[in-house]
C-alpha cells in the first residue's frame, strides 16, 4: 500500500500501517498534549538564539519525581505547564536596586520642587515689598553728555551710586553725601567710592563747579551724569536717601557699634550735646550715628567721609547677624524714604543677591581726591577741591575693575 508522507512515496502493507496508528496516542489524550509540548519546545529552541534559549531554559521550572536526582543534560527536556510561559525577568537584586534608586530620584524631584516654591514665594513677597519705593522711571535714560560706548564698564561689575540728602520738605537740595557702592562679583569685593562734595568738576550744562551743586540744579539723575561725564565710568543705578531713612535703617537694625577717637567723643559731648560718648566702642541709635557721619568741622571732609564708610561698614556687618525676616521689615520700613530709578523687579533681584552672597563679599574702599593728589584753591568765591581728572578717572577704574 502506498502512503504519501509529504516528501516521497514509499511502499508498506497495511499491517504495518495499523499498527503505527496503534502506537500513536489518541488526539486529547495527556500523552497527545506532553508530545506537542515537547515539539513546540523543541522548535522555539531551534528558532531562538544560544544566549536566548539559555535565559528561557533557566526560567523554566523543571517538575521531576520526588527523589529524582538532577540531571543537567534533562534540562533540555524541561516540561512547562500549559498556563506558564518563560518569562525573562531580572534577577532579584538588581529590581531592588532600581527600585531605590527610582524612590531617590522622586524624593530629589520633589525636594526641587519644594524650593523652588519657597525661593517663588519669597521673591514675590519681596517685589512686593520694593513696589512702596518710590521710581523715576524718567531718569532711566542714557547720559546725554556722554557716549555710552565711551564708558567703562563690566558684565561682572554692577555701579549703584547712594546719594544722601537732607530735603527737609525741599524739593531741590545739594547732595550731602555720594559712594559709589561697586558689586564686584568676579573678584567678589564690594568696593566703596566716596566723592567729596567739595570736588571741583563739569557739571553738564551747567559749568563748572562743586559736585554737590549737580542735585541741586537737576537731582540725582544730573549728579549720575556728572560722575559719568567727568570720570568715564558707567553708573547702572542710583538711590537716593532721605536722612530719615537712614535713622529707620539704624534703628531697625538694633543700632550699631562704632569705634570712636577722643576727639570724636569731645565732639559728640559738646556739640552734639550726647555726654555719654566716650573714646573706643560705642553703641549709636540712628539719630546719634546719622550725626556722626554728618561731623563735619572737626577736621575734614576727607575725615568725614571715612566716618561714613566705616558706619556702612559696621551696618553690613550688624545686619549679617539678623534674621532675614527681620531685615526684610527693616528695607520695608525705610523703603518710603528712598527714590530709586531701578524697577521693582531689579531690586528684588538685588535683594536676594544681597542676602545670599553680597554681604559676604570682602569690603575695600577709597576716597576722591585722593590724598595728596588736589589743591585747595577759592574759585568764584568758594574753596573747591581741584584735582587732575584724566589721572584720578584711570585711577578710579582701575580701583573698580581691576
Not at 555720594?178 to 564690594?190: A, N
Request: proline share 4%; glycine share 4%.
Amino acid at each position: 500500500m502506498s502512503r504519501d508522507n509529504g516528501f516521497f512515496d514509499y511502499e508498506y502493507n497495511d499491517e504495518e500501517w495499523y499498527a503505527r496508528q496503534k502506537r500513536q496516542a489518541p488526539q486529547n489524550s495527556p500523552q497527545r498534549k506532553s508530545q506537542q509540548y515537547q515539539n513546540a519546545s523543541s522548535q522555539n529552541r531551534r528558532a531562538a538564539s544560544p544566549q536566548q534559549y539559555r535565559r528561557n531554559v533557566d526560567d523554566v521550572k523543571v517538575y521531576r519525581p520526588k527523589g529524582q536526582a538532577q540531571n543537567p543534560s534533562a534540562d533540555f527536556n524541561r516540561q512547562v505547564r500549559p498556563h506558564e510561559t518563560p518569562r525573562q525577568t531580572p534577577a532579584p537584586a538588581a529590581q531592588k536596586k532600581r527600585k531605590k534608586r527610582g524612590g531617590f530620584g522622586r524624593f530629589l524631584r520633589n525636594l526641587l520642587i519644594f524650593v523652588l516654591v519657597i525661593y517663588l514665594a519669597l521673591s514675590a513677597y519681596i517685589f512686593s515689598i520694593v513696589s512702596g519705593v518710590t521710581i523715576n522711571k524718567d531718569d532711566s535714560s542714557q547720559n546725554q553728555y556722554v557716549s555710552s560706548a565711551s564708558l567703562k564698564k563690566d558684565l561682572f561689575v554692577e555701579n549703584i551710586l547712594f546719594i544722601g540728602v537732607d530735603s527737609r520738605g525741599e524739593e531741590s537740595s545739594r547732595s550731602d553725601t555720594m559712594m559709589l557702592v561697586s558689586i564686584d562679583k568676579k573678584h567678589r569685593k564690594l568696593k566703596l567710592t566716596s566723592f567729596l562734595r567739595d570736588t571741583f568738576v563739569t557739571v553738564p550744562g551747567h559749568g563748572e563747579m562743586k559736585l554737590n551743586a549737580a542735585c541741586f540744579y537737576g537731582g540725582p539723575k544730573l549728579v549720575v551724569d556728572t560722575i559719568e561725564y567727568n570720570f568715564g565710568i558707567d553708573i547702572d543705578h542710583y538711590m537716593l536717601v532721605d536722612f530719615e531713612a537712614f535713622i529707620q535703617i539704624v534703628d531697625a537694625l538694633g543700632g550699631t557699634d562704632v569705634e570712636v577717637t577722643e576727639a570724636e567723643a569731645r565732639y559728640m559731648r559738646n556739640e552734639v550735646k550726647v555726654p555719654w560718648v566716650k573714646e573706643g566702642m560705642n553703641h549709636f541709635n540712628g539719630f546719634v550715628t546719622l550725626w556722626y557721619c554728618r561731623i563735619r568741622y572737626l577736621d575734614s571732609d576727607f575725615n568725614r567721609t571715612e566716618r561714613q564708610r566705616k558706619v556702612i561698614s559696621c551696618l553690613l556687618d550688624q545686619a549679617k547677624k539678623q534674621n532675614p525676616f527681620k531685615l526684610v521689615q527693616t528695607v520695608k520700613e525705610a523703603l518710603p524714604y528712598i527714590q530709586t530709578d531701578m524697577s521693582a523687579f531689579k531690586m528684588t533681584l538685588l535683594a536676594e543677591g544681597t542676602g545670599l552672597s553680597y554681604m559676604r563679599y570682602n569690603i575695600v574702599q577709597q576716597q576722591i581726591p585722593y590724598q595728596n593728589e588736589y589743591e585747595d584753591r577759592v574759585i568764584n568765591d568758594q574753596l573747591v577741591l581741584y584735582i587732575d581728572i584724566p589721572s584720578t578717572s584711570e585711577k578710579i577704574k582701575e580701583f573698580i575693575y581691576e
